[in-house]
């Protein structure tokens, strides 16, 4: 391959018309090494006259993603140039190859403080430019006062630049907040377009870095309102008109400075109420330009205190956004509507219908976010027309990544607003059949749950799921509810009422017979025949007539390559042999743990208490020692003879509860195991749980089995504390996370109440 070697004074247009007819990567790095070797020399030689060409050559090369630092002295030479052409090609490349980490930038200062004061404009706006780019604390603390002098100029050119650099010079630089208060006090009142625009902008980030500015601008109000009216009311202007509007940008910035102004202030807001509404209402919505501005409007008006016909009026623009074509404003119009459903639910049920047809759209953001607003909108008069839909969208367009989810929350939901036990049935079975292998393990462990505490129900409930796993076993979750179900209340689908109208005759032979074909097949999952096998232990006591066919069964699995489904069917047949006159006893129904029956240590903590009763003593309890000859107590593992230690709920804020099981180490250490549970109706995720305690304890804290948290789960994570010199215990811990995608207020808490003893 013979590549053209380039003369060093080569044009701009040249090299770039060359690297592009390069066909192959390793010619073009071939021409740009060796444009880079001419350019070096070039350097070398001090060749005044192409210094700039060299420069602007080796900018195109560095956009190229290839290496091009050893340009960056002589962007300082073009700087220090009197000719403008060179300046702007310096400051140019300072912008690109420098930034604050280099030293090379404290050089950059006193040229920079020379241009600033240039009699040009244009020589200042190119040094302001830069400044903007690269200011760092230092060059910002030295600077500040040639800024200062920029925002008094005349000149509305330099002063919207200045602005602008203000707004870099306060980010590094806090503490110079107050000395740019009162200028930007005056520029409020400008005419120019650039200059308030910019304005806005370095008062919004004043507010955001020290909330203490905001008393100083809420005097300005009257001034902001007079400004966006005068935007809405004012005609056609050339200079400032975008697709019918009269400077968005400016608008735009205007209302999110009014949102920060008129935040937790009822005063202020009533004073915006009116212009909002004029905002709201004389807005064009046939571009996008005009969307923008109603999209931010309805953010102010959702932000500060305003009247409850505003934030309807507010909702229903969101509302017309999700009958728009476009995917991106639908998605917007979800998610505010999701960030702000819990303002005015009422409102937001309006357009409960509009919401479920957007279940149906091809793109899965948009199913998503309908999904979790639905969610947030059920409550007890509507549950069944929206769990129904919900059901319908799990049993047709919802996607695998979805359905998880889905099933969880509506398990959640329909439990918490049934309004009848036999419908929350009806709806558990459709979750459990289309829900099929997505059903989380939690959800398992609910729906057990609530069918153990509705004994009203449990003919019916052990009769419906019998059927349905009867035609099918292959949704393994459903199987597994199906089959705890059957044998606890196995007895009653023998003498249990009619289904649909219809007397359903079940013998004891039908029951075992899907029972053992679940056990023995193929398609079912080990814990799914650990489910089935339980089930027929069960049984054994309730049909006589099927015992010893069931103890058969129990026998095949002795010799199984499943250690754990060996070990169930060794200790049952042990129990046949051994304990038989035990077993009825052993096998009676699972006792139903009614809500009001949970120990006081697991009740809600009322959040008007001190910070201090948050978190319960722990109290040591002795487990009973059974008896050394106890064989049973040792097969079933009843005789633990470890103390241990009641759980502790130390977290339970904003839907959050952290529950510490705690269990004790030897040699003053204990195991904490730390179950975070969402009894939100909205996922988690990024969820990161710290612990810090006092410097003479250790504690090494593993990382969680998941940083997301579904709707009504839960996640685990262990910290070991080692307490070698028998200190008093306390731990602060700090808990961050996103709700619905949306980042959530950072929760504290210091637990000071751990086990004397340790």
Not at 535 to 564: C, H, P, W
Request: aromatic fraction near 6%; hydrophobic fraction near 40%; proline fraction near 4%.
């Amino acid at each position: 391959m013979v590549v053209n070697i380039l003369p060093s004074t080569v044009k701009l247009r040249d090299l770039i018309r060359q690297i592009r007819s390069a066909r192959t990567a390793a010619e073009e790095r071939a021409i740009i090494t060796k444009e880079c070797a001419a350019i070096r020399d070039s350097f070398r030689e001090e060749d005044n006259d192409n210094r700039c060409r060299n420069v602007a050559k080796l900018l195109y090369i560095h956009m190229l993603g290839y290496p091009a630092h050893f340009g960056q002295l002589e962007c300082l030479k073009l700087i220090a140039s009197t000719r403008f052409v060179d300046k702007r090609i310096g400051y140019l490349g300072v912008m690109l190859l420098l930034d604050e980490r280099h030293d090379v930038q404290l050089l950059v200062t006193n040229c920079l403080k020379n241009d600033l004061a240039h009699s040009t404009q244009f020589v200042a706006g190119l040094a302001l430019a830069a400044l903007g780019n690269i200011c760092s604390a230092e060059m910002g603390r030295d600077l500040a006062p040639e800024i200062e002098k920029l925002l008094k100029s005349s000149n509305a050119y330099l002063r919207k630049k200045a602005a602008l650099c203000a707004v870099r010079i306060i980010k590094k630089v806090p503490d110079l907040i107050e000395v740019f208060i009162p200028l930007t006090k005056a520029l409020i009142n400008e005419r120019n377009h650039g200059v308030l625009l910019t304005s806005v902008i370095l008062i919004g980030e004043m507010c955001a870095i020290n909330p203490d500015c905001i008393i100083h601008f809420k005097k300005c109000i009257f001034n902001l309102l007079r400004v966006l009216k005068n935007l809405i009311m004012a005609g056609y202007s050339p200079e400032h008109d975008v697709a019918g509007c009269s400077d968005p940008f400016l608008q735009v910035q205007l209302l999110r400075l009014l949102a920060i102004l008129g935040k937790g202030d009822a005063e202020a807001s009533e004073q915006m109420n009116d212009i909002l509404a004029q905002v709201a209402t004389n807005t064009e919505t046939s571009k996008n330009v005009g969307n923008a501005i109603l999209y931010q409007t309805v953010l102010t008006i959702m932000v500060i205190d305003a009247e409850s016909g505003l934030r309807v009026l507010a909702i229903n623009i969101l509302g017309r956004f999700l009958l728009n074509s476009d995917k991106n404003i639908r998605y917007v119009a979800l998610n505010t509507l999701l960030r702000t459903v819990h303002i005015d639910k009422a409102a937001v049920q309006r357009h409960r219908n509009t919401i479920i047809d957007c279940l149906s759209d091809n793109d899965i953001s948009i199913k998503k976010r309908a999904m979790e607003l639905l969610f947030a909108l059920v409550n007890d008069n509507n549950v069944r027309s929206v769990i129904g839909e919900l059901v319908n969208f799990l049993s047709g367009s919802a996607t695998p990544d979805l359905k998880a989810q889905l099933t969880s929350t509506i398990i959640l939901l329909a439990d918490k607003h049934a309004p009848s036990k036999r419908w929350y049935m009806d709806t558990v079975l459709k979750v459990l059949i289309h829900g099929g292998h997505y059903v989380r393990d939690d959800v398992v462990n609910s729906v057990t749950q609530s069918i153990a505490e509705s004994p009203e129900m449990y003919s019916f409930t052990a009769q419906k799921l019998f059927l349905a796993v009867k035609d099918d076993i292959a949704p393994q979750p459903l199987v597994q509810v199906a089959t705890w179900t059957i044998g606890e209340y196995g007895e009653l689908l023998t003498s249990g009422p009619c289904e649909g109208g219809e007397a359903v005759q079940i013998s004891e032979e039908d029951v075992v017979d899907v029972l053992e074909l679940i056990v023995t097949g193929s398609v079912c999952s080990k814990v799914t025949k650990f489910y089935a096998l339980n089930a027929l232990m069960k049984l054994s006591t309730r049909f006589d007539t099927q015992a010893a066919r069931i103890q058969k069964i129990i026998g095949y699995f002795t010799i199984n390559t499943n250690v754990e489904l060996q070990q169930r069917s060794v200790e049952y047949r042990t129990i046949f042999k051994q304990y038989d006159a035990m077993r009825p006893a052993l096998l009676e129904r699972m006792p139903v743990n009614l809500p009001s029956e949970k120990p006081a240590s697991q009740e809600q903590t009322s959040p008007t208490q001190h910070q201090e009763e948050l978190v319960e003593p722990l109290v040591k309890q002795e487990a009973p020692a059974p008896a050394a000859d106890d064989l049973l107590l040792d097969i079933l593992g009843l005789g633990d003879p470890e103390p241990s230690i009641s759980p502790v709920i130390a977290v339970d804020k904003q839907g959050l509860i952290v529950t510490f099981n705690i269990t004790r180490r030897p040699e003053n250490q204990l195991l904490i195991k730390a179950e975070t549970r969402n009894n939100t109706a909205v996922p988690i995720s990024g969820y990161l749980l710290q612990a810090a305690v006092p410097k003479t304890i250790h504690i090494n804290l593993s990382p969680a089995n998941s940083s997301d948290i579904a709707p009504n789960g839960s996640i685990f994570q262990e910290m070991l504390i080692s307490n070698p010199a028998q200190a008093t215990l306390k731990m602060r811990l700090k808990i961050s996370y996103q709700s619905g995608g949306v980042e959530a207020p950072e929760i504290q808490e210091t637990i000071n109440q751990f086990p004397v003893s340790y």
